[in-house]
């Protein structure tokens, strides 16, 4: 089985760009979750997704971040207009309902805004 | 105080000795405690689960979790150079399904 698609894989942009990043979660899979790394913050939850449905987004950290899932098989993070402090790596995770535990992530997108 | 709190190392062991890497959290009735691998430039892994007080072994891995002090820990036993990575410790906290991760301890096993 494919495990979860993330692309890219690494962006560099210049501050002020509008940045998306994508996600195929695996399929079957339920809930969908976006986290950031970084080294000053570890992996934070940016935001998650419940059969497409946004659940908890108090994460995001202010109004140039937004998510969407217009179905169960893709995702997007969009950042508008992207900052230097948004630089990080960006994993995306998929669960399924009935083991909601484990989280399957993706091979994250290194984001770097000059 | 952060959620979930680890050592940021990082942890020095020589090749075959035990590793013992700590977590503590917040939330005191959190049910859920996992530890994740990550790989530099890699994606966190599972590794280990533990639900319930006490010791939970798998191979040379065992999970200890003591609900009273808010306290989990991860032994590694035999450890092997390509045991070298930063562990993750992670708890569900209550009424959420996503996961909130420690900033991780680096574990380095030395030849």
């Known amino acids: 089985d494919a495990g979860v698609i993330q692309s890219p894989r690494h962006e560099v942009t210049e501050m002020g760009q509008e940045v998306t990043l994508r996600c195929k979660p695996i399929s079957g899979h339920d809930y969908l979750f976006w986290y950031r790394q970084t080294m000053m913050r570890g992996l934070e939850l940016l935001i998650y997704?419940?059969?497409?449905?946004?659940?908890?987004d108090s994460g995001m950290p202010e109004d140039r971040f937004s998510a969407k899932m217009p179905n169960a098989s893709f995702s997007t993070l969009k950042i508008q207009p992207s900052e230097p402090r948004d630089s990080a790596v960006y994993f995306c995770a998929s669960s399924t309902r009935e083991n909601s535990r484990e989280l399957f992530f993706g091979e994250g997108s290194r984001l770097t805004v000059l | 105080q952060k959620e979930v709190e680890q050592n940021s190392g990082p942890l020095s062991v020589p090749e075959g000795a035990i590793a013992s890497l700590n977590c503590t959290y917040s939330d005191r009735v959190s049910q859920s405690f996992f530890w994740y691998r990550q790989y530099s430039g890699k994606s966190p892994e599972l590794i280990m689960s533990i639900y319930s007080n006490g010791d939970k072994e798998d191979g040379r891995f065992t999970a200890q979790l003591n609900k009273a002090s808010q306290y989990v820990s991860l032994l590694i036993r035999d450890s092997q150079p390509s045991d070298s990575a930063t562990y993750l410790c992670?708890?569900?906290?209550?009424?959420?399904?996503?996961?909130?991760f420690g900033s991780g301890t680096r574990l380095q096993v030395q030849p």
């Open positions: 997704f419940n059969n497409n449905v946004p659940i908890d």
């Open positions: 992670a708890v569900k906290p209550t009424g959420r399904r996503a996961l909130t």
